[in-house]
Protein backbone atom coordinates (compact mmCIF):
# COMPACT_ATOMS: atom_id res chain seq x y z
CA UNK A 1 0.00 0.00 0.00
CA UNK A 2 2.90 2.14 0.77
CA UNK A 3 4.80 1.60 -2.17
CA UNK A 4 1.38 2.67 -4.26
CA UNK A 5 0.66 5.44 -2.30
CA UNK A 6 3.88 6.70 -3.58
CA UNK A 7 3.26 6.41 -6.82
CA UNK A 8 0.33 8.35 -6.55
CA UNK A 9 2.07 11.14 -5.08
CA UNK A 10 4.90 11.16 -7.47
CA UNK A 11 2.64 11.13 -10.25
CA UNK A 12 0.95 14.29 -8.95
CA UNK A 13 4.13 16.04 -8.66
CA UNK A 14 4.59 15.23 -12.40
CA UNK A 15 1.70 16.39 -13.31
CA UNK A 16 2.31 19.75 -11.16
CA UNK A 17 5.23 20.03 -13.59
CA UNK A 18 3.23 19.45 -16.83
CA UNK A 19 0.63 22.17 -15.31
CA UNK A 20 3.77 24.57 -14.40
CA UNK A 21 4.95 24.46 -18.50
CA UNK A 22 0.88 24.34 -19.77
CA UNK A 23 0.53 27.77 -18.52
CA UNK A 24 3.85 29.00 -20.02
CA UNK A 25 3.01 27.14 -23.16
CA UNK A 26 6.33 25.56 -22.76
CA UNK A 27 7.04 22.00 -24.32
CA UNK A 28 7.43 18.83 -22.32
CA UNK A 29 7.12 15.26 -22.36
CA UNK A 30 5.05 13.72 -19.71
CA UNK A 31 4.69 9.82 -19.17
CA UNK A 32 4.54 6.95 -17.27
CA UNK A 33 7.95 7.37 -15.70
CA UNK A 34 7.23 10.99 -15.13
CA UNK A 35 7.86 14.31 -16.71
CA UNK A 36 10.89 15.70 -18.70
CA UNK A 37 10.87 19.46 -20.31
CA UNK A 38 12.22 20.43 -23.26
CA UNK A 39 12.08 23.77 -22.61
CA UNK A 40 13.71 25.54 -19.53
CA UNK A 41 12.22 25.36 -16.18
CA UNK A 42 10.82 28.24 -14.05
CA UNK A 43 12.20 29.14 -10.81
CA UNK A 44 12.41 26.01 -8.57
CA UNK A 45 11.97 23.46 -10.81
CA UNK A 46 14.50 20.74 -12.23
CA UNK A 47 14.41 19.82 -15.84
CA UNK A 48 12.87 16.17 -14.74
CA UNK A 49 11.03 14.60 -11.76
CA UNK A 50 10.54 10.65 -12.03
CA UNK A 51 8.71 7.95 -10.27
CA UNK A 52 9.74 5.70 -7.98
CA UNK A 53 9.83 2.40 -10.55
CA UNK A 54 11.56 4.80 -13.65
CA UNK A 55 14.53 4.35 -15.25
CA UNK A 56 16.20 7.47 -14.38
CA UNK A 57 19.31 7.35 -16.18
CA UNK A 58 17.63 6.71 -19.86
CA UNK A 59 15.26 9.57 -19.24
CA UNK A 60 17.83 12.24 -18.16
CA UNK A 61 20.68 11.44 -20.12
CA UNK A 62 19.90 13.86 -22.92
CA UNK A 63 19.46 16.47 -20.47
CA UNK A 64 22.47 16.03 -18.63
CA UNK A 65 24.03 18.94 -20.33
CA UNK A 66 21.27 21.55 -19.77
CA UNK A 67 22.18 24.22 -17.75
CA UNK A 68 21.12 24.25 -14.34
CA UNK A 69 20.09 20.85 -14.39
CA UNK A 70 18.18 19.01 -11.64
CA UNK A 71 16.22 15.87 -11.58
CA UNK A 72 14.04 14.75 -8.92
CA UNK A 73 14.47 10.90 -8.14
CA UNK A 74 10.90 9.63 -6.87
CA UNK A 75 11.87 6.25 -5.65
CA UNK A 76 15.08 8.35 -3.76
CA UNK A 77 17.19 4.92 -4.31
CA UNK A 78 19.41 5.62 -7.39
CA UNK A 79 23.13 6.40 -6.79
CA UNK A 80 24.06 9.20 -9.72
CA UNK A 81 27.07 10.51 -8.56
CA UNK A 82 28.68 8.39 -11.54
CA UNK A 83 27.20 10.50 -13.91
CA UNK A 84 27.86 13.67 -12.32
CA UNK A 85 25.37 14.71 -10.18
CA UNK A 86 25.39 15.30 -6.56
CA UNK A 87 22.52 15.34 -4.11
CA UNK A 88 20.67 18.12 -3.35
CA UNK A 89 18.36 17.21 -0.90
CA UNK A 90 16.54 13.89 0.84
CA UNK A 91 12.41 14.81 0.97
CA UNK A 92 9.61 11.90 2.18
CA UNK A 93 6.40 11.64 -0.02
CA UNK A 94 3.70 12.02 2.30
CA UNK A 95 0.06 10.89 2.16
CA UNK A 96 -2.93 11.97 3.88
CA UNK A 97 -6.69 10.64 4.10
CA UNK A 98 -9.55 12.56 1.72
CA UNK A 99 -11.96 13.26 4.84
CA UNK A 100 -10.30 16.10 6.92
CA UNK A 101 -12.42 19.13 7.94
CA UNK A 102 -11.14 22.14 10.02
CA UNK A 103 -12.05 25.62 10.37
CA UNK A 104 -11.05 27.78 6.67
CA UNK A 105 -13.15 30.73 7.55
CA UNK A 106 -10.69 33.04 7.50
CA UNK A 107 -9.37 31.47 3.83
CA UNK A 108 -10.18 32.95 0.66
CA UNK A 109 -9.89 31.46 -2.70
CA UNK A 110 -7.27 34.03 -5.01
CA UNK A 111 -8.87 33.85 -8.14
CA UNK A 112 -8.21 37.45 -9.51
CA UNK A 113 -4.66 38.83 -10.92
CA UNK A 114 -4.31 41.18 -8.38
CA UNK A 115 -5.32 38.60 -5.20
CA UNK A 116 -2.52 36.27 -7.17
CA UNK A 117 0.25 39.16 -6.90
CA UNK A 118 -0.28 39.91 -3.47
CA UNK A 119 -0.53 36.02 -2.81
CA UNK A 120 3.00 35.33 -4.53
CA UNK A 121 4.56 37.96 -2.25
CA UNK A 122 3.82 36.33 1.13
CA UNK A 123 4.55 33.18 -0.92
CA UNK A 124 7.54 34.94 -1.99
CA UNK A 125 8.82 36.95 0.89
CA UNK A 126 11.90 34.16 1.50
CA UNK A 127 12.27 33.34 -2.38
CA UNK A 128 16.14 33.97 -3.79
CA UNK A 129 14.74 35.63 -7.09
CA UNK A 130 12.10 38.01 -8.00
CA UNK A 131 11.06 36.37 -11.50
CA UNK A 132 7.58 35.74 -10.98
CA UNK A 133 6.81 32.17 -10.33
CA UNK A 134 3.17 32.09 -10.66
CA UNK A 135 1.34 33.27 -14.55
CA UNK A 136 -2.09 34.58 -14.27
CA UNK A 137 -3.06 31.76 -16.29
CA UNK A 138 -3.01 29.77 -13.71
CA UNK A 139 -6.40 30.91 -12.26
CA UNK A 140 -7.94 29.51 -15.58
CA UNK A 141 -6.94 26.21 -14.33
CA UNK A 142 -9.93 23.56 -14.01
CA UNK A 143 -7.24 21.41 -12.33
CA UNK A 144 -5.96 24.10 -9.83
CA UNK A 145 -6.74 26.07 -6.67
CA UNK A 146 -5.24 28.38 -4.73
CA UNK A 147 -6.19 29.67 -1.40
CA UNK A 148 -4.32 32.32 1.14
CA UNK A 149 -5.22 33.19 4.43
CA UNK A 150 -6.21 37.02 4.72
CA UNK A 151 -4.52 39.03 7.18
CA UNK A 152 -5.03 42.85 6.51
CA UNK A 153 -4.33 43.74 3.07
CA UNK A 154 -2.35 40.73 2.79
CA UNK A 155 -1.80 37.04 2.71
CA UNK A 156 -0.07 35.67 5.96
CA UNK A 157 -0.44 31.75 4.68
CA UNK A 158 -1.44 29.71 1.32
CA UNK A 159 -1.33 26.55 -0.23
CA UNK A 160 -1.87 25.43 -3.84
CA UNK A 161 -3.92 22.31 -4.85
CA UNK A 162 -3.30 20.65 -8.23
CA UNK A 163 -6.00 17.47 -8.95
CA UNK A 164 -5.08 14.17 -10.48
CA UNK A 165 -6.96 11.78 -11.63
CA UNK A 166 -6.71 9.46 -8.29
CA UNK A 167 -5.35 12.23 -5.84
CA UNK A 168 -5.27 15.56 -5.13
CA UNK A 169 -2.03 17.59 -3.85
CA UNK A 170 -0.64 19.70 -1.97
CA UNK A 171 1.97 22.23 -2.50
CA UNK A 172 3.50 25.92 -2.03
CA UNK A 173 2.00 25.83 1.38
CA UNK A 174 3.76 28.63 3.64
CA UNK A 175 2.41 30.26 6.88
CA UNK A 176 2.60 29.63 10.62
CA UNK A 177 0.25 27.05 11.94
CA UNK A 178 -0.84 26.84 8.51
CA UNK A 179 -1.22 23.01 7.36
CA UNK A 180 -4.26 21.28 9.09
CA UNK A 181 -6.31 24.02 7.31
CA UNK A 182 -4.23 23.62 4.07
CA UNK A 183 -4.62 20.10 4.03
CA UNK A 184 -8.89 20.49 4.50
CA UNK A 185 -8.40 22.76 1.29
CA UNK A 186 -6.85 20.47 -0.65
CA UNK A 187 -9.05 17.46 0.62
CA UNK A 188 -12.58 19.48 0.04
CA UNK A 189 -11.29 20.36 -3.45
CA UNK A 190 -10.45 16.35 -3.79
CA UNK A 191 -13.77 15.51 -3.31
CA UNK A 192 -12.87 12.10 -2.52
CA UNK A 193 -9.40 11.64 -3.48
CA UNK A 194 -6.68 11.17 -1.30
CA UNK A 195 -3.93 14.04 -1.08
CA UNK A 196 -0.40 13.83 -1.78
CA UNK A 197 2.58 15.81 -1.75
CA UNK A 198 6.27 15.56 -0.73
CA UNK A 199 8.31 17.68 2.57
CA UNK A 200 11.74 17.75 4.24
CA UNK A 201 12.67 19.57 7.49
CA UNK A 202 10.35 21.49 10.01
CA UNK A 203 7.41 21.36 7.30
CA UNK A 204 7.51 17.24 6.99
CA UNK A 205 7.62 17.22 11.05
CA UNK A 206 4.69 19.74 11.40
CA UNK A 207 2.83 17.68 8.25
CA UNK A 208 3.14 14.08 10.51
CA UNK A 209 1.88 16.32 13.66
CA UNK A 210 -1.24 16.58 11.51
CA UNK A 211 -2.13 13.41 10.13
CA UNK A 212 -0.05 13.20 7.27
CA UNK A 213 1.45 9.51 6.85
CA UNK A 214 5.16 9.04 5.09
CA UNK A 215 4.97 6.32 2.00
CA UNK A 216 8.44 6.64 0.44
CA UNK A 217 11.87 8.81 0.14
CA UNK A 218 13.01 11.25 -2.68
CA UNK A 219 16.21 12.74 -3.59
CA UNK A 220 16.65 15.78 -5.55
CA UNK A 221 19.86 15.72 -6.98
CA UNK A 222 21.98 18.32 -9.17
CA UNK A 223 25.48 19.80 -11.13
CA UNK A 224 27.43 22.15 -9.68
CA UNK A 225 25.39 24.85 -7.80
CA UNK A 226 24.09 27.18 -10.34
CA UNK A 227 22.65 30.36 -8.51
CA UNK A 228 19.01 29.11 -8.42
CA UNK A 229 16.97 26.11 -6.52
CA UNK A 230 15.49 23.80 -8.60
CA UNK A 231 12.37 23.07 -6.28
CA UNK A 232 10.46 24.84 -4.86
CA UNK A 233 10.89 25.48 -0.73
CA UNK A 234 7.13 23.61 0.29
Not at 54 to 79: C, N, T, W, Y
Not at 205 to 233: C, H, M, S
Amino acid sequence: MTAGRAMLAAQNNADWYAMMWDVRGSRYIRDRHGFRAIDPPPPYHGWATTVPDAPIRAMIEPLLGQPGFAVKDGSGQHDLTAIGLKQMFNATWLWHAPDFTVDVSDWVQVDTPAALARWEQGWGDNAPTDQRQFPDAILSRADVRIWGRQHGDRFDAGVIANLSDDCVGLSNSFGTNARASATALCAGFGQGRPVVGYERGSALTEALKTGWEPVGPLTVWNRAFTGRRPEPPH
